[in-house]
Structures are given as structure tokens and as C-alpha cells.
């Protein structure tokens, strides 16, 4: 007999909501708790998210080296197909980005039936979505690994990668949808359970698709790919079973999810963090493809990096879950000056943790990134980059924990307004700058200190203001 967390039994619906003044400034509230009871506190909402990251984030680092023993072009290639995969994930993220915000608020309200019917219609527009953006990757595979510019042969590694990860969309929607929807209502436990069990079939497959074992033929690049997207389907197949048995803290809800106004809700607030994916993303891809005109070696130390930096990014991802949703349970609950210090107390902690993580990994980079790949050149590079990164982990945490705080509040604009000023306006324009004037890659590198000084300097300004709480009405 299956034994159900205590985290995911479905708790009781509460019948006496707040009632909506329909002005942005203020929420009357009755004397009725929450659906979750109390609120939860930074550290209970983090450390599950954190756990699943980090875990996430080793599974990645062995990834890595299981591909990197196929040369720096398979590192090259993952890394250009992982990037075009979360292009395409852009409008699944601009949905979810709703669905936190009006989740999140809805449950702090003590409204239990709206948070469900948000969720399920999340659901619905997340998987229409995955559906329709699979044909176009499938079909132009080559193309959006060709902008690249990198050499041909890991260009048709990175195409047949883009390929077979996109076939697995839908599944990837669904537990993307549900996890985001728990977290905003306080559950971050089960998404951290079900995230272990496909992290751990992701290492497996992993293993077994790419050296052909267990019975399995080597699929080297494509089967990374394959392994990646299993995992996903193997996740969603087990969150459907649980959210359609009732065990899950959000049901399925009353009916009538996709109703005009809360799918214009939604979109309202999500687009702006959508067209932020866009345009961080295409950033990205700006900075990699100036990256990649230095060769190939850069361009794994590039990807190399990223995993090894990844344990510090998804401690900070954790609070920004965190942020969200205490600072939208706050603002659903009347509760404005709660919201403020849970934005600023989510902040501190994600500064102290990711300092202390970046100085571990800073301390370690050498004998890290040796273990990762077997070729000097990649190897020094790696240790610039971490160096670089690593010394911006202060600045980082700041922007996980606001952003987090401002999605949450349904703020979805400045994130975006962001990314403009510090990817674009800096670190593009500096990296073309100095690729230009012919300098060597290591500034490169170094024009991601301008990106997240202006951002984290954005974003502290942003929150000492009130606009952020009167957004959603």
C-alpha cells in the first residue's frame, strides 16, 4: 500500500473566504484561517526546492561527465541544445509565472477553490502550449543549431539533441505546471520527492543510453537527450496519478477552469515574464554564439561551468520559490508589511547561502573542473569563468530573491525591464564590444560583472518602493 507524505494529503476546504474590495491597495480579510493553516516561513519553503536543485544540479554534473567523455563537441553540443530547449519553454514559463502569482494569492486569501481552478487551467494552456511548439523544433532542428556557427560536426549533435529532448515537451509541462502550483500554496516537499525519483531515472537512462548499457544500444549525445526526456515523462506520469487520486494539497477543483477572465488573468501577468524568457534566453544565445567565436573550447568551458556553478544558482532558485510565494500569501491575505520583510528576509538568506557556496567552489575549481574534462585549455578556461561567476554570487542571490518577491506579487514587468537593461544593454553590448576589438575571451567572460550589478542595483530599488505591491487587483 502506497504511503502518502503528510506534506501531500489534501487538506481541508475552508468555506469562508476574504472578501475582495476590488481596489490594488487593500484586501478586507474575516477572521477564517488559511486553507494551509499558517503560513510557512522562508527556510520551510526553501530548503525542499533547494534539496531538489542540488540534487538536479549533481545529477547535471555527472551528465557532464558522462558526455564530456565523449569529447568537448558533445559538451558543446548539450550545451546549444539545453539552450534552445528552454527558448522554446518561454510561454510555458510566461503561464507559470501567472500561475504563481494568482496561486499563491488566492490560497493566502483562504479562497482553496480558486487556487484549483488557476492550477487546472495552468494545466490545460501549459500542455496546449507543449504541443505546439514540439512540430517547429522537431522540424527546424538544424537551422537553430546551425546559428550557433560552431563546427559541423557539433552542430549535427547539438540538431539530433534539440530533436529528441523536444519530443518529451508535454511531459515536461506537466510537471513543471504542477510543481510550480504546490510550491505557490505552500507545498515545496512533494515537488522535492517526485524531482528525486526523476533525477535518479535521469542518471540511470543517462548511463544506460549514452554507453549502451543494461541491454541498451549507445546512443551517445542522443541518448543524454532521450535520458533527460524520459525522466520528465516518468515525473508527470506519477504527479497525474497522485493530483487525480485527490493525494496531492491542490485538487483537481470545481469546474469551469478556462473561463475568460481568469485565462486573461493568467496571460496578463505572465506574458511580461514570458517575454522575459525570450529575451534572457535570446541573450543568451547573443553571448554564446560571441562566445563560440573563439571555438569550441570556450564554448564547453562555457557549459562546464554553468553545472559546476549550478550547486550556488539553485540555492538561490530556492528562495526565490520561497519569495514568491510567502510575499503572494501575504499580499492574498491583506497582510502588506509581511510581505515586505518576507522579500527582504529571503533576500539575506539567499546572499549568505550562495557566498558560501560560491567560496567552496571557487576554492575547488581547479581540481573540479580537471575531474570534468581531460584537455588543458578547456580546463583553464573553466577556472576563469568560475572565478568571474563565482566572485558575482552576492549580486546573483539579490536577483533570485527579488525577482522571486516581485513575481509573487504579480509585479512580472521590472523583472523583464531587468534583463533589458543588464543582458542586453550591458553584457551583449560589452561582449561585442570587446569581441570587436579583437580582445581575448577571457573578457568576455568579464562582461558579466556590468550584467548583474545593474540588475541587482534594479531590483533593490524596485522593492524599497510600494508600486510592487498594488500590481495585481
Same mark, same amino acid.
Given at each position: 500500500m502506497l504511503r502518502i507524505p503528510a506534506m501531500m494529503v489534501k487538506a481541508p476546504k475552508v468555506d469562508t473566504a476574504?472578501?475582495?474590495? %476590488?481596489?490594488?491597495? #487593500?484586501?478586507?480579510?474575516?477572521? #477564517?484561517?488559511?486553507? =494551509?493553516?499558517r503560513m510557512l516561513g522562508i527556510w520551510e519553503l526553501a530548503w525542499p526546492a533547494i534539496a531538489n536543485n542540488v540534487l538536479h544540479s549533481m545529477v547535471g554534473l555527472v551528465g557532464i561527465k558522462i558526455v564530456g567523455s565523449l569529447g568537448a563537441s558533445a559538451i558543446a553540443a548539450v550545451t546549444v541544445g539545453n539552450r534552445i530547449f528552454f527558448v522554446l519553454q518561454a510561454l510555458l514559463m510566461a503561464i507559470t509565472a501567472g500561475t504563481t502569482a494568482l496561486v499563491a494569492r488566492s490560497w493566502g486569501a483562504g479562497d482553496r477553490d480558486e487556487a484549483e481552478r488557476v492550477h487546472r487551467a495552468s494545466m490545460w494552456l501549459c500542455l496546449a502550449i507543449s504541443l505546439v511548439i514540439t512540430v517547429p523544433a522537431v522540424i527546424f532542428a538544424d537551422p537553430l543549431a546551425r546559428f550557433f556557427r560552431l563546427e559541423e560536426e557539433t552542430i549535427l549533435l547539438a540538431a539530433t539533441y534539440i530533436r529528441w529532448i523536444s519530443i518529451f515537451n508535454a511531459g515536461f509541462a506537466v510537471q513543471f505546471v504542477l510543481s510550480v502550483a504546490l510550491r505557490a500554496a505552500g507545498d515545496t516537499r512533494t515537488p522535492l520527492w517526485i524531482g528525486a525519483l526523476t533525477n535518479i531515472a535521469n542518471l540511470i537512462l543517462l548511463y544506460a543510453?549514452?554507453?549502451?548499457?543494461?541491454?541498451?544500444?549507445?546512443?551517445?549525445?542522443a541518448g543524454a537527450a532521450i535520458a533527460g526526456g524520459a525522466s520528465f515523462a516518468i515525473g508527470s506520469v506519477v504527479f497525474l496519478w497522485l493530483w487525480l487520486? %485527490?493525494?496531492?494539497?491542490? %485538487? +483537481?477543483?470545481?469546474?469551469?477552469?478556462?473561463?475568460?477572465?481568469?485565462?486573461?488573468?493568467?496571460?496578463?501577468?505572465?506574458?511580461? =515574464?514570458?517575454?522575459? #524568457?525570450?529575451? @534572457? #534566453?535570446?541573450? *543568451?544565445?547573443?553571448?554564446? @554564439? +560571441?562566445?563560440?567565436?573563439?571555438?569550441?573550447?570556450?564554448?564547453?568551458?562555457?557549459?562546464?561551468?554553468?553545472?559546476?556553478?549550478? *550547486?550556488?544558482?539553485?540555492i538561490g532558485w530556492g528562495f526565490s520559490i520561497a519569495a514568491s510565494?510567502?510575499?503572494?500569501?501575504?499580499? !492574498?491575505? !491583506?497582510?502588506?508589511? !509581511? =510581505?515586505?520583510?518576507?522579500g527582504w528576509r529571503a533576500a539575506r538568506l539567499s546572499v549568505i547561502s550562495m557566498v558560501v557556496f560560491g567560496i567552496a567552489i571557487i576554492a575547488g575549481a581547479w581540481p573540479i573542473s580537471r575531474w570534468m574534462i581531460d584537455d588543458p585549455e578547456v580546463v583553464r578556461l573553466t577556472v576563469v569563468f568560475i572565478y568571474v561567476l563565482g566572485s558575482l554570487q552576492p549580486l546573483m542571490a539579490i536577483e533570485f530573491a527579488l525577482t522571486g518577491s516581485l513575481r509573487g506579487a504579480g509585479?512580472?514587468?521590472?523583472?523583464?525591464?531587468?534583463?533589458?537593461?543588464?543582458?542586453?544593454?550591458?553584457?551583449?553590448?560589452?561582449?561585442?564590444?570587446? =569581441? @570587436?576589438?579583437? *580582445?581575448?575571451?577571457? @573578457?568576455? *567572460?568579464?562582461?558579466?560583472?556590468?550584467?548583474? +550589478?545593474?540588475?541587482?542595483?534594479?531590483?533593490?530599488l524596485r522593492f524599497r518602493g510600494e508600486r510592487w505591491k498594488t500590481v495585481i487587483k
Open positions: 476574504p472578501a475582495y474590495t %476590488g481596489e490594488a491597495t #487593500q484586501v478586507v480579510t474575516t477572521t #477564517q484561517e488559511a486553507p =494551509a493553516g543510453l549514452v554507453y549502451g548499457r543494461f541491454g541498451f544500444p549507445v546512443l551517445g549525445v487520486r %485527490g493525494y496531492l494539497l491542490l %485538487g +483537481i477543483g470545481p469546474p469551469r477552469c478556462l473561463e475568460r477572465e481568469r485565462v486573461r488573468r493568467l496571460v496578463h501577468i505572465g506574458y511580461p =515574464a514570458g517575454l522575459e #524568457q525570450v529575451v @534572457w #534566453q535570446g541573450g *543568451f544565445i547573443v553571448f554564446l @554564439w +560571441i562566445v563560440a567565436l573563439y571555438g569550441t573550447a570556450p564554448y564547453a568551458a562555457y557549459g562546464i561551468g554553468v553545472n559546476i556553478l549550478s *550547486f550556488s544558482f539553485l510565494t510567502l510575499v503572494g500569501q501575504h499580499l !492574498g491575505a !491583506g497582510d502588506l508589511e !509581511g =510581505a515586505t520583510s518576507s509585479d512580472t514587468r521590472f523583472p523583464l525591464l531587468t534583463v533589458l537593461a543588464g543582458l542586453i544593454l550591458v553584457r551583449c553590448v560589452l561582449c561585442g564590444i570587446f =569581441a @570587436w576589438l579583437d *580582445f581575448s575571451v577571457e @573578457w568576455i *567572460f568579464y562582461a558579466l560583472i556590468g550584467d548583474y +550589478i545593474v540588475k541587482a542595483t534594479m531590483l533593490t
